[in-house]
């Protein structure tokens, strides 16, 4: 969760009123003048996308909006946090800071405050750092939390604050569906973070007294890549996780088609959701009573334990192999969208750059998973066409990264791939 409705109705003070009236009230900033990506991307009538910000270096990654009213944006390669202002509000970044600090593969973002003080929570690949904002916009007391375990194999890391403010951190595998060398990759952790910055396993984590101290973090296990993971209003906690490559449950099979690509798993503590000893079983749409996991006859990891996969929880919701899922937000973030679109979650996805068969190449593109009565039930494309017909999204124009709310409560999409970040506004015209 980030600074979101959620967060806002919870805050006190000058700097809470003054964040909420940059929510729902706020003066819609318009689309400005076509540009490449509203020539090239498709969204549903009545919504336009345009180029925030362009010629990002440094693999833009996971973004936040902070205090200030401005977009921060990890550059993972290029080791920076770039803040992006648009204090003239024309619908374009005013310019690139990049923070004076460097980081390691910096990924997942989060502001979150103690006291009366905003800290930025900056997720790397080998620990978790938080920096005070200070108000005029610097930063300073960098702080080192926690280290995470190597080597990194999925590299990205991310770090979100949920409901009952705890620090909740995802660690992708190290391999692709084998043996981990630590029981924290593959994983979401859960840590208590004091005001002064020092870190503790909350007692009612579900392993806090597990003779293995690797293990008392674990929040819940068996995520091959949870990259993004959100809660719902009410209180749920649900995250994505990438499948493991090359699965076909018979040699004769096709490529590309298993495991499907886990959207929405709701994450119970304690609970271990499957990988690598099992896949989803069904494509779109499982919910209760579930269809069970089934075992992913190709795993290379050794199964002492006879893992059983009438155990695993299987995912709410899946799309197809190859989908890649990163960045997720909450529809009802985006108070800018029209009604229909705010009970729903929107997630990013990077697509296809391994598949085989030219027929399952995935789009890079914005679904959108519709939410009836707190669960998932179908999904539709909400924004697309990064890619060309025949092309993977590894050679195309861009590839969706993260989206998060902008301060006018239209949705900022980060590109990895194309080095940008998009706004995507409602304004009802065609
Ligand atoms: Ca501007
Ligand atoms: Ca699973
Ligand atoms: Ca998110």
């Not at 009230?25 to 996308?49: C, H, M, V, Y």
């Not at 990438?242 to 018979?250: I, K």
């Not at 494509?283 to 209760?288: S, V």
């Amino acid at each position: 969760m980030s600074l979101n409705r959620f967060r806002l109705a919870s805050m006190s003070g000058l700097l809470a009123v003054s964040l909420w009236a940059c929510g729902s009230n706020a003066q819609q900033i318009p689309p400005g003048p076509p540009d490449e990506a509203s020539r090239r991307i498709t969204l549903p009538k009545g919504f336009q996308i345009r180029i925030f910000a362009d010629n990002l270096a440094g693999t833009p990654r996971f973004m936040a909006v902070g205090p200030d009213g401005s977009l921060y944006l990890s550059l993972m390669s290029g080791g920076k946090v770039a803040r992006l202002p648009d204090a003239n509000k024309d619908g374009k970044a005013d310019k690139v800071e990049n923070l004076p600090f460097n980081f390691n593969q910096p990924h997942g973002l989060e502001f979150h405050r103690e006291g009366n003080d905003w800290w930025l929570y900056v997720a790397q690949v080998d620990k978790i750092e938080r920096l005070k904002f200070n108000p005029g916009g610097s930063f300073s007391n960098r702080q080192k939390l926690l280290d995470l375990p190597m080597p990194a194999g999925h590299s990205s890391r991310t770090v979100h604050f949920g409901p009952d403010g705890m620090m909740y951190v995802s660690l992708g595998s190290v391999t692709n569906k084998g043996n981990e060398p630590d029981p924290r990759f593959a994983a979401i952790l859960r840590y208590k973070v004091e005001a002064d910055g020092t870190v503790s396993i909350p007692a009612d984590n579900p392993f806090a007294t597990d003779p293995n101290p690797a293990r008392r973090p674990i929040w819940a296990e068996g995520l091959r890549n949870s990259v993004d993971f959100l809660w719902t209003p009410q209180g749920k906690l649900w995250a994505s996780t990438h499948g493991s490559d090359n699965v076909r449950l018979n040699p004769s099979d096709p490529p590309d088609n298993q495991p499907y690509e886990e959207m929405i798993n709701q994450i119970e503590p304690g609970k271990h959701y499957g990988w690598p000893y099992c896949i989803a079983p069904v494509l779109g749409a499982n919910l209760p009573p579930q269809k069970p996991e089934i075992p992913d006859p190709t795993t290379e990891a050794s199964n002492p334990q006879n893992f059983d996969c009438m155990k695993a929880v299987p995912a709410l919701f899946t799309l197809p192999a190859h989908s890649a899922p990163l960045g997720m937000e909450w529809g009802g973030s985006f108070t800018n969208f029209p009604k229909e679109y705010q009970n729903s979650v929107f997630i990013a996805l990077a697509g296809s750059w391994n598949t085989d068969l030219p027929a399952n190449y995935r789009d890079c593109k914005i679904e959108r998973i519709i939410v009836e009565n707190g669960l998932p039930v179908r999904s539709e494309t909400f924004a697309n066409g990064w890619r060309q017909g025949g092309q993977k999204c590894g050679a195309a124009w861009g590839r969706p990264t993260d989206l998060v709310a902008a301060p006018d409560g239209s949705m900022f999409v980060s590109d990895g791939h194309g080095g940008r970040v998009y706004r995507i506004v409602y304004t009802g015209n065609q």
